[in-house]
């Protein structure tokens, strides 16, 4: 049974830190993507970042130069460095993983963070 087990979310003020981690139940080297989604109340998931096999990075703008997405194949975690927060960063943050071959969808289960003063 394979299985992401996210934590770190919690409650940070603005312009603080948080620093999210997933763990992969399998070998990260079957993986092709890792990425992490967010969804805030009342609006759709979204992609926050994301991170392929060849190290490759995507971020949406909003959180370019304030998070950092990376992998240890290694332990199989993929971790997203939140930096900067802000209030609009507040949202249940998912892990995912996609394999190609065979094709599979993996989520976590989500953590909330909170960005409050």
């Known amino acids: 049974q394979v299985q992401l087990v996210e934590s770190g979310g919690g409650l940070a003020q603005p312009g603080g830190s948080l620093r999210l981690s997933c763990k992969f139940s399998?070998?990260?080297?079957?993986?092709?993507?890792m990425g992490w989604y967010r969804q805030a109340p009342g609006k759709e998931r979204e992609l926050v970042a994301r991170i392929t096999s060849g190290g490759s990075e995507t971020y949406k703008d909003s959180v370019k130069g304030r998070f950092t997405i990376s992998r240890d194949a290694a332990t199989s975690t993929v971790y997203l460095q939140m930096n900067s927060l802000k209030p609009e960063d507040t949202a249940v943050y998912y892990c995912n993983a996609v394999r190609t071959l065979p094709p599979s969808l993996y989520w976590g289960q989500g953590t909330q963070v909170t960005v409050s003063s």
């Open positions: 399998g070998s990260i080297f079957t993986i092709n993507v």
